[in-house]
Protein backbone atom coordinates (compact mmCIF):
# COMPACT_ATOMS: atom_id res chain seq x y z
CA UNK A 1 0.00 0.00 0.00
CA UNK A 2 1.50 3.65 -0.99
CA UNK A 3 1.70 6.28 1.43
CA UNK A 4 -1.12 7.99 -0.29
CA UNK A 5 -3.37 5.27 0.06
CA UNK A 6 -3.16 4.81 3.61
CA UNK A 7 -3.95 8.52 4.26
CA UNK A 8 -6.59 8.06 2.30
CA UNK A 9 -7.64 5.46 4.16
CA UNK A 10 -6.73 6.60 7.72
CA UNK A 11 -8.84 9.87 6.98
CA UNK A 12 -12.19 7.79 6.25
CA UNK A 13 -11.29 6.20 9.76
CA UNK A 14 -10.44 8.83 11.83
CA UNK A 15 -12.74 11.88 10.03
CA UNK A 16 -15.60 10.38 7.78
CA UNK A 17 -19.44 9.96 9.41
CA UNK A 18 -20.89 7.69 6.84
CA UNK A 19 -24.65 7.72 6.34
CA UNK A 20 -26.49 4.94 7.56
CA UNK A 21 -23.32 3.12 8.74
CA UNK A 22 -22.31 1.16 11.41
CA UNK A 23 -19.52 2.21 12.14
CA UNK A 24 -18.66 -0.24 14.60
CA UNK A 25 -18.22 -3.46 11.30
CA UNK A 26 -14.90 -1.42 10.91
CA UNK A 27 -13.26 -1.20 14.04
CA UNK A 28 -11.00 -4.03 12.93
CA UNK A 29 -10.55 -3.44 9.19
CA UNK A 30 -10.47 -0.79 6.42
CA UNK A 31 -13.48 0.93 5.12
CA UNK A 32 -14.44 0.09 1.45
CA UNK A 33 -12.75 2.97 -0.70
CA UNK A 34 -14.06 3.21 -4.49
CA UNK A 35 -11.70 5.00 -6.57
CA UNK A 36 -12.80 5.04 -9.98
CA UNK A 37 -15.24 4.20 -12.47
CA UNK A 38 -15.84 2.88 -15.63
CA UNK A 39 -18.94 1.74 -17.64
CA UNK A 40 -20.79 -0.74 -15.55
CA UNK A 41 -17.72 -1.09 -13.18
CA UNK A 42 -15.97 0.62 -10.16
CA UNK A 43 -12.62 0.04 -9.11
CA UNK A 44 -10.81 -0.01 -5.35
CA UNK A 45 -8.26 1.89 -3.99
CA UNK A 46 -6.38 -1.58 -4.10
CA UNK A 47 -7.45 -1.73 -8.05
CA UNK A 48 -9.96 -4.52 -7.39
CA UNK A 49 -12.99 -4.38 -9.98
CA UNK A 50 -16.73 -4.83 -8.98
CA UNK A 51 -19.48 -4.62 -10.95
CA UNK A 52 -21.77 -2.11 -9.78
CA UNK A 53 -24.87 -3.83 -9.58
CA UNK A 54 -26.79 -0.49 -7.74
CA UNK A 55 -25.92 2.14 -9.97
CA UNK A 56 -23.97 3.82 -7.71
CA UNK A 57 -27.31 4.27 -5.61
CA UNK A 58 -29.83 3.88 -8.53
CA UNK A 59 -28.17 6.70 -9.85
CA UNK A 60 -25.51 6.27 -12.86
CA UNK A 61 -27.66 5.19 -15.66
CA UNK A 62 -25.71 6.07 -18.28
CA UNK A 63 -22.65 4.37 -16.45
CA UNK A 64 -19.49 5.59 -15.14
CA UNK A 65 -16.75 7.79 -16.45
CA UNK A 66 -18.19 9.62 -19.25
CA UNK A 67 -16.06 12.61 -20.41
CA UNK A 68 -19.01 14.80 -21.78
CA UNK A 69 -20.82 15.40 -18.66
CA UNK A 70 -17.35 16.36 -17.25
CA UNK A 71 -16.81 18.48 -19.68
CA UNK A 72 -20.65 19.44 -19.27
CA UNK A 73 -20.09 20.33 -16.16
CA UNK A 74 -16.91 22.08 -16.17
CA UNK A 75 -17.86 24.63 -19.65
CA UNK A 76 -20.78 25.55 -17.03
CA UNK A 77 -18.61 26.18 -13.99
CA UNK A 78 -16.76 28.39 -15.98
CA UNK A 79 -19.40 30.52 -17.67
CA UNK A 80 -21.76 30.82 -14.53
CA UNK A 81 -20.79 28.65 -11.80
CA UNK A 82 -23.55 29.81 -9.50
CA UNK A 83 -26.88 32.06 -9.46
CA UNK A 84 -29.65 31.23 -7.42
CA UNK A 85 -33.58 30.59 -8.76
CA UNK A 86 -34.58 33.13 -5.92
CA UNK A 87 -36.43 35.87 -8.07
CA UNK A 88 -34.03 35.25 -11.24
CA UNK A 89 -33.59 32.65 -13.78
CA UNK A 90 -30.67 31.79 -15.53
CA UNK A 91 -30.41 29.68 -18.72
CA UNK A 92 -29.57 25.77 -18.36
CA UNK A 93 -32.30 25.96 -15.40
CA UNK A 94 -35.11 27.46 -18.33
CA UNK A 95 -34.26 24.83 -21.06
CA UNK A 96 -34.06 21.83 -18.19
CA UNK A 97 -37.82 23.15 -16.95
CA UNK A 98 -38.67 23.34 -20.49
CA UNK A 99 -37.67 19.46 -21.52
CA UNK A 100 -38.68 18.07 -18.67
CA UNK A 101 -42.22 19.43 -19.09
CA UNK A 102 -41.61 18.62 -22.87
CA UNK A 103 -41.23 14.51 -21.77
CA UNK A 104 -43.74 14.52 -18.68
CA UNK A 105 -47.35 12.81 -19.05
CA UNK A 106 -50.09 15.01 -18.88
CA UNK A 107 -50.06 18.61 -17.72
CA UNK A 108 -47.05 18.56 -15.25
CA UNK A 109 -45.47 21.48 -16.70
CA UNK A 110 -44.29 23.73 -13.17
CA UNK A 111 -40.65 22.41 -12.44
CA UNK A 112 -39.59 23.26 -9.15
CA UNK A 113 -35.92 22.10 -8.95
CA UNK A 114 -34.00 20.80 -5.16
CA UNK A 115 -30.67 19.20 -4.76
CA UNK A 116 -31.88 15.34 -4.06
CA UNK A 117 -34.56 13.70 -3.66
CA UNK A 118 -36.23 13.88 0.03
CA UNK A 119 -36.32 17.68 -0.50
CA UNK A 120 -37.96 16.90 -3.42
CA UNK A 121 -40.62 14.67 -1.43
CA UNK A 122 -40.20 18.03 1.02
CA UNK A 123 -41.50 19.87 -1.59
CA UNK A 124 -44.43 18.64 -2.82
CA UNK A 125 -46.11 18.04 0.64
CA UNK A 126 -45.25 21.58 1.44
CA UNK A 127 -47.01 22.55 -1.84
CA UNK A 128 -49.99 20.30 -1.37
CA UNK A 129 -50.80 21.55 2.21
CA UNK A 130 -50.42 25.23 0.57
CA UNK A 131 -52.64 24.68 -2.67
CA UNK A 132 -55.45 23.56 -0.84
CA UNK A 133 -55.28 26.55 1.63
CA UNK A 134 -55.17 28.78 -1.37
CA UNK A 135 -58.31 27.29 -2.78
CA UNK A 136 -60.35 27.19 0.11
CA UNK A 137 -59.64 24.12 1.92
CA UNK A 138 -57.39 24.59 4.88
CA UNK A 139 -57.77 21.60 6.93
CA UNK A 140 -56.45 19.15 3.76
CA UNK A 141 -52.72 18.39 5.03
CA UNK A 142 -52.33 14.80 5.63
CA UNK A 143 -50.46 12.56 3.43
CA UNK A 144 -51.28 8.49 3.13
CA UNK A 145 -48.30 6.26 1.90
CA UNK A 146 -47.40 2.63 2.02
CA UNK A 147 -46.12 0.54 4.77
CA UNK A 148 -41.76 -0.25 4.20
CA UNK A 149 -41.95 2.69 1.87
CA UNK A 150 -39.28 5.15 1.87
CA UNK A 151 -39.65 8.59 0.80
CA UNK A 152 -36.44 10.48 2.08
CA UNK A 153 -34.58 11.60 5.11
CA UNK A 154 -35.84 15.40 6.38
CA UNK A 155 -38.23 15.79 8.79
CA UNK A 156 -41.06 15.72 6.59
CA UNK A 157 -40.26 13.08 4.35
CA UNK A 158 -39.29 10.90 6.90
CA UNK A 159 -42.72 11.33 8.43
CA UNK A 160 -44.03 9.80 4.83
CA UNK A 161 -41.69 7.19 4.83
CA UNK A 162 -43.13 3.76 6.37
CA UNK A 163 -40.51 2.28 8.23
CA UNK A 164 -40.58 2.60 12.22
CA UNK A 165 -36.84 1.95 12.93
CA UNK A 166 -35.74 5.03 10.70
CA UNK A 167 -38.64 7.44 12.47
CA UNK A 168 -38.24 6.05 16.40
CA UNK A 169 -35.20 8.27 16.89
CA UNK A 170 -36.08 11.12 15.48
CA UNK A 171 -39.73 11.34 16.94
CA UNK A 172 -41.87 13.96 16.75
CA UNK A 173 -41.85 13.84 13.50
CA UNK A 174 -44.36 15.58 11.15
CA UNK A 175 -47.93 14.97 12.18
CA UNK A 176 -50.42 14.14 9.48
CA UNK A 177 -49.03 11.07 7.80
CA UNK A 178 -50.59 7.51 7.33
CA UNK A 179 -49.56 4.27 6.39
CA UNK A 180 -51.27 1.92 4.30
CA UNK A 181 -50.61 -1.67 2.90
CA UNK A 182 -48.16 -1.86 -0.49
CA UNK A 183 -48.63 -4.05 -3.68
CA UNK A 184 -46.02 -7.11 -2.43
CA UNK A 185 -48.46 -9.84 -3.61
CA UNK A 186 -45.78 -12.67 -2.35
CA UNK A 187 -47.00 -11.30 1.03
CA UNK A 188 -50.87 -11.05 -0.06
CA UNK A 189 -52.70 -14.10 2.01
CA UNK A 190 -51.01 -12.78 4.99
CA UNK A 191 -51.83 -9.13 4.59
CA UNK A 192 -54.93 -9.41 3.44
CA UNK A 193 -56.22 -12.52 5.67
CA UNK A 194 -57.58 -13.37 2.25
CA UNK A 195 -55.89 -16.56 0.84
CA UNK A 196 -55.38 -17.00 -2.99
CA UNK A 197 -55.98 -13.41 -4.09
CA UNK A 198 -55.03 -12.83 -8.04
CA UNK A 199 -52.50 -10.01 -8.19
CA UNK A 200 -55.33 -8.32 -9.92
CA UNK A 201 -57.66 -8.55 -7.38
CA UNK A 202 -54.77 -7.86 -4.75
CA UNK A 203 -54.16 -4.33 -6.73
CA UNK A 204 -57.98 -3.50 -6.17
CA UNK A 205 -58.07 -4.68 -2.89
CA UNK A 206 -54.93 -2.28 -2.02
CA UNK A 207 -56.08 0.51 -4.02
CA UNK A 208 -59.43 0.43 -1.72
CA UNK A 209 -57.41 0.61 1.13
CA UNK A 210 -56.26 4.20 0.69
CA UNK A 211 -59.99 5.09 -0.16
CA UNK A 212 -60.81 3.28 3.51
CA UNK A 213 -57.61 5.54 5.07
CA UNK A 214 -59.37 8.50 3.30
CA UNK A 215 -62.81 7.94 4.65
CA UNK A 216 -61.31 7.34 8.08
CA UNK A 217 -59.21 10.39 8.38
CA UNK A 218 -61.69 12.43 6.82
CA UNK A 219 -61.56 13.68 2.86
CA UNK A 220 -61.61 17.36 4.16
CA UNK A 221 -58.23 16.40 5.52
CA UNK A 222 -56.22 14.56 3.49
CA UNK A 223 -54.09 16.09 1.03
CA UNK A 224 -52.06 13.55 -0.90
CA UNK A 225 -51.21 10.45 -1.84
CA UNK A 226 -47.30 9.45 -2.26
CA UNK A 227 -46.57 6.36 -3.83
CA UNK A 228 -43.21 4.81 -5.87
CA UNK A 229 -44.17 3.04 -9.49
CA UNK A 230 -42.25 0.12 -8.07
CA UNK A 231 -41.25 0.83 -4.21
CA UNK A 232 -37.83 0.29 -3.30
CA UNK A 233 -38.25 -0.55 0.29
CA UNK A 234 -38.98 -3.91 0.92
CA UNK A 235 -37.48 -4.99 -2.31
CA UNK A 236 -38.76 -3.42 -5.37
CA UNK A 237 -42.64 -4.10 -5.00
CA UNK A 238 -44.57 -3.69 -8.34
CA UNK A 239 -47.48 -2.56 -9.12
CA UNK A 240 -50.21 -4.78 -9.72
CA UNK A 241 -52.34 -5.03 -12.78
CA UNK A 242 -55.15 -1.82 -12.61
CA UNK A 243 -53.41 -0.62 -9.15
CA UNK A 244 -52.79 2.74 -10.83
CA UNK A 245 -55.72 3.01 -12.41
CA UNK A 246 -57.69 2.10 -9.20
CA UNK A 247 -56.02 4.68 -7.47
CA UNK A 248 -56.19 7.58 -9.97
CA UNK A 249 -59.86 7.03 -9.32
CA UNK A 250 -60.10 7.48 -5.85
CA UNK A 251 -57.58 10.20 -5.67
CA UNK A 252 -60.10 12.52 -8.61
CA UNK A 253 -62.93 11.29 -6.09
CA UNK A 254 -61.89 12.85 -2.73
CA UNK A 255 -60.15 15.42 -4.60
CA UNK A 256 -56.32 14.11 -2.96
CA UNK A 257 -53.35 14.96 -5.12
CA UNK A 258 -51.75 11.49 -6.46
CA UNK A 259 -47.70 12.50 -6.01
CA UNK A 260 -45.84 9.47 -7.99
CA UNK A 261 -42.62 9.74 -6.00
CA UNK A 262 -40.07 8.57 -8.90
CA UNK A 263 -37.04 9.45 -6.92
CA UNK A 264 -35.73 5.77 -7.98
CA UNK A 265 -37.95 5.04 -11.14
CA UNK A 266 -37.97 8.08 -13.11
CA UNK A 267 -34.73 8.67 -16.15
CA UNK A 268 -35.22 5.08 -18.03
CA UNK A 269 -34.87 2.89 -14.51
CA UNK A 270 -38.06 1.25 -15.74
CA UNK A 271 -37.54 1.95 -19.37
CA UNK A 272 -39.55 4.95 -19.72
CA UNK A 273 -38.74 8.60 -19.14
CA UNK A 274 -40.96 8.48 -15.98
CA UNK A 275 -42.29 5.56 -13.99
CA UNK A 276 -46.13 6.61 -13.95
CA UNK A 277 -45.86 5.99 -18.30
CA UNK A 278 -44.31 2.43 -17.56
CA UNK A 279 -47.94 1.52 -15.88
CA UNK A 280 -50.17 3.85 -17.27
CA UNK A 281 -51.16 6.72 -15.14
CA UNK A 282 -50.44 10.05 -14.99
CA UNK A 283 -50.24 12.03 -11.28
CA UNK A 284 -50.41 15.23 -10.00
CA UNK A 285 -46.57 15.26 -8.92
CA UNK A 286 -43.99 14.06 -9.44
CA UNK A 287 -40.76 14.26 -6.95
CA UNK A 288 -37.60 12.78 -9.25
CA UNK A 289 -33.87 13.51 -8.79
CA UNK A 290 -30.61 10.42 -8.78
CA UNK A 291 -30.54 9.60 -12.69
CA UNK A 292 -31.59 12.97 -13.83
CA UNK A 293 -27.68 13.63 -14.32
CA UNK A 294 -26.82 9.75 -13.59
CA UNK A 295 -25.08 10.95 -10.43
CA UNK A 296 -22.58 13.41 -12.20
CA UNK A 297 -23.64 16.75 -10.01
CA UNK A 298 -26.45 16.90 -7.17
CA UNK A 299 -29.99 18.04 -8.50
CA UNK A 300 -33.54 16.78 -7.68
CA UNK A 301 -37.15 18.29 -8.80
CA UNK A 302 -40.64 18.08 -8.11
CA UNK A 303 -42.96 18.76 -11.18
CA UNK A 304 -46.34 19.69 -11.04
CA UNK A 305 -49.43 19.61 -12.83
CA UNK A 306 -50.27 23.21 -14.56
CA UNK A 307 -53.31 23.67 -12.08
CA UNK A 308 -51.42 23.41 -8.55
CA UNK A 309 -49.41 26.82 -9.90
CA UNK A 310 -52.80 28.82 -10.85
CA UNK A 311 -53.18 29.82 -7.57
CA UNK A 312 -49.26 31.62 -6.96
CA UNK A 313 -49.80 33.50 -10.37
CA UNK A 314 -51.66 36.48 -8.87
CA UNK A 315 -51.32 39.07 -6.39
CA UNK A 316 -48.91 38.67 -3.71
CA UNK A 317 -49.46 34.98 -3.36
CA UNK A 318 -45.68 32.54 -3.41
CA UNK A 319 -44.70 29.59 -2.48
CA UNK A 320 -42.53 30.00 0.20
CA UNK A 321 -40.07 27.59 0.16
CA UNK A 322 -36.47 27.39 -1.71
CA UNK A 323 -32.80 25.45 -1.37
CA UNK A 324 -29.65 27.53 -1.92
CA UNK A 325 -28.39 24.65 -4.31
CA UNK A 326 -31.77 23.80 -6.07
CA UNK A 327 -31.64 24.36 -9.94
CA UNK A 328 -27.93 24.71 -9.66
CA UNK A 329 -26.56 25.83 -12.57
CA UNK A 330 -23.52 23.53 -13.09
CA UNK A 331 -26.24 20.56 -12.42
CA UNK A 332 -28.67 21.76 -14.58
CA UNK A 333 -25.98 21.73 -17.57
CA UNK A 334 -25.52 17.89 -16.59
CA UNK A 335 -28.61 17.00 -16.68
CA UNK A 336 -29.01 18.23 -19.85
CA UNK A 337 -26.13 16.78 -21.39
CA UNK A 338 -27.24 13.37 -20.05
CA UNK A 339 -30.69 13.59 -21.35
CA UNK A 340 -28.56 14.24 -24.66
CA UNK A 341 -26.73 10.88 -24.07
CA UNK A 342 -29.98 9.00 -23.22
CA UNK A 343 -32.03 10.30 -26.08
CA UNK A 344 -28.44 9.18 -29.11
CA UNK A 345 -28.23 5.95 -27.60
CA UNK A 346 -31.64 5.01 -26.61
CA UNK A 347 -31.09 4.18 -23.55
CA UNK A 348 -35.28 3.58 -23.03
CA UNK A 349 -35.20 1.24 -25.44
CA UNK A 350 -31.75 -0.64 -24.34
CA UNK A 351 -33.80 -0.81 -21.20
CA UNK A 352 -36.85 -2.50 -22.54
CA UNK A 353 -35.52 -4.65 -24.88
CA UNK A 354 -33.48 -6.19 -22.13
CA UNK A 355 -35.55 -6.54 -19.40
CA UNK A 356 -36.64 -9.98 -20.16
CA UNK A 357 -33.11 -11.48 -20.41
CA UNK A 358 -32.52 -9.27 -17.07
CA UNK A 359 -35.53 -10.85 -15.71
CA UNK A 360 -35.12 -14.59 -16.97
CA UNK A 361 -31.38 -14.31 -15.71
CA UNK A 362 -32.61 -13.59 -11.76
CA UNK A 363 -35.65 -16.14 -12.27
CA UNK A 364 -33.37 -18.95 -13.14
CA UNK A 365 -32.31 -18.18 -9.64
CA UNK A 366 -35.46 -19.46 -8.36
CA UNK A 367 -34.14 -22.66 -8.53
CA UNK A 368 -31.84 -22.26 -4.99
CA UNK A 369 -33.87 -22.97 -2.08
CA UNK A 370 -32.90 -19.51 -0.68
CA UNK A 371 -35.28 -17.70 -3.38
CA UNK A 372 -38.64 -17.19 -2.76
CA UNK A 373 -39.53 -14.53 -5.20
CA UNK A 374 -38.50 -12.33 -8.05
CA UNK A 375 -40.02 -9.48 -8.80
CA UNK A 376 -39.08 -5.60 -10.12
CA UNK A 377 -39.48 -3.95 -13.16
CA UNK A 378 -36.90 -2.63 -16.26
CA UNK A 379 -33.46 -2.43 -14.80
CA UNK A 380 -34.57 -2.60 -10.97
CA UNK A 381 -35.51 -5.80 -9.27
CA UNK A 382 -35.40 -7.59 -5.97
CA UNK A 383 -34.85 -11.26 -4.66
CA UNK A 384 -36.20 -12.20 -1.59
CA UNK A 385 -34.59 -14.97 0.49
CA UNK A 386 -37.03 -17.56 2.66
CA UNK A 387 -36.21 -20.33 4.62
CA UNK A 388 -38.80 -22.34 3.27
CA UNK A 389 -39.85 -21.71 -0.37
CA UNK A 390 -43.19 -23.95 0.45
CA UNK A 391 -45.01 -21.71 3.32
CA UNK A 392 -42.91 -18.64 2.73
CA UNK A 393 -41.65 -18.65 6.27
CA UNK A 394 -38.96 -15.81 6.45
CA UNK A 395 -35.80 -15.32 8.89
CA UNK A 396 -36.46 -13.87 12.18
CA UNK A 397 -34.52 -10.44 13.05
CA UNK A 398 -31.35 -12.19 14.47
CA UNK A 399 -31.25 -15.29 11.48
CA UNK A 400 -31.43 -11.94 9.23
CA UNK A 401 -28.84 -10.35 10.85
CA UNK A 402 -26.49 -13.32 10.31
CA UNK A 403 -27.80 -14.11 7.05
CA UNK A 404 -27.38 -10.40 5.10
CA UNK A 405 -24.34 -8.63 7.53
CA UNK A 406 -22.63 -11.24 9.25
CA UNK A 407 -22.08 -13.06 5.45
CA UNK A 408 -24.50 -11.99 2.36
CA UNK A 409 -23.11 -8.00 1.99
CA UNK A 410 -19.28 -8.81 2.62
CA UNK A 411 -19.26 -12.51 0.23
CA UNK A 412 -21.56 -10.61 -2.67
CA UNK A 413 -18.55 -7.89 -2.71
CA UNK A 414 -15.73 -9.84 -1.85
CA UNK A 415 -16.89 -11.83 -5.23
CA UNK A 416 -17.08 -8.91 -7.49
CA UNK A 417 -20.51 -7.11 -7.37
CA UNK A 418 -21.76 -4.25 -5.56
CA UNK A 419 -25.53 -4.51 -4.66
CA UNK A 420 -27.34 -4.31 -1.69
CA UNK A 421 -28.49 -6.67 1.03
CA UNK A 422 -31.39 -5.22 2.72
CA UNK A 423 -34.20 -6.35 5.21
CA UNK A 424 -36.00 -2.83 5.86
CA UNK A 425 -39.17 -5.66 6.07
CA UNK A 426 -38.43 -9.35 4.67
CA UNK A 427 -34.74 -10.12 3.91
CA UNK A 428 -34.05 -9.45 0.20
CA UNK A 429 -31.28 -8.38 -2.37
CA UNK A 430 -31.74 -5.88 -4.58
CA UNK A 431 -30.02 -5.11 -7.86
CA UNK A 432 -30.11 -1.58 -10.30
CA UNK A 433 -27.25 -1.98 -12.56
CA UNK A 434 -26.43 1.42 -14.84
CA UNK A 435 -28.72 1.08 -17.54
CA UNK A 436 -25.61 0.57 -20.28
CA UNK A 437 -25.62 -2.86 -18.79
CA UNK A 438 -26.88 -5.68 -20.75
CA UNK A 439 -26.28 -9.59 -21.79
CA UNK A 440 -22.50 -9.82 -20.18
CA UNK A 441 -23.40 -7.87 -16.69
CA UNK A 442 -26.14 -9.61 -16.98
CA UNK A 443 -24.47 -13.03 -16.94
CA UNK A 444 -21.98 -12.24 -14.15
CA UNK A 445 -24.50 -10.82 -11.76
CA UNK A 446 -26.32 -14.12 -12.11
CA UNK A 447 -23.09 -16.33 -11.45
CA UNK A 448 -22.11 -13.85 -8.35
CA UNK A 449 -25.40 -14.22 -7.39
CA UNK A 450 -25.50 -17.95 -7.54
CA UNK A 451 -22.54 -18.95 -6.03
CA UNK A 452 -22.93 -16.56 -3.09
CA UNK A 453 -26.68 -17.87 -2.44
CA UNK A 454 -25.48 -21.31 -2.71
CA UNK A 455 -22.80 -20.83 0.36
CA UNK A 456 -25.00 -18.80 2.06
CA UNK A 457 -27.59 -21.86 2.49
CA UNK A 458 -25.44 -24.18 2.95
CA UNK A 459 -24.47 -21.92 6.06
CA UNK A 460 -27.54 -21.67 7.61
Known sequence: MTQPEHDVLKAAQDHLWLHFTRHS???????????????????DIHGKRYLDGLAGLFVVQVGHGRQELADAAAKQAQELAFFPLWSYAHPKAAELAERLAAQTPGELNRVFFTTGGGEAVETAWKLAKQYYKLVGKPLKHKVISRQIAYHGTPQGALSITGIPAFKQMFEPLVPGSVRVPNTNHYR?????????????????????????AIEMEGPDTVAAVFAEPVQNAGGCFPPPPGYFQRLREICDEYDVLLVSDEVICAFGRLGTMFGGQKFDYVPDIITCAKGLTSGYSPIGAMIAHERLFEPFKDGDTMFAHGYTFGGHPVSAAVALANLDIFEREDLLGHVTRNEPLFRQTLDDLRELPIVGDVRGSGYFWGIELVKDKATKETFDAAESERLLRGFLSKALFDAGLYCRADDRGDPVIQLAPPLIAGPQEFEEIGSILRGVLTEAWARL
Request: aromatic share 12%.
Open 25 to 43: AYEQSEIPTIVRGEGSYVY
Open 188 to 212: ADEITGVPGMTPEEYGIWAADRVAR
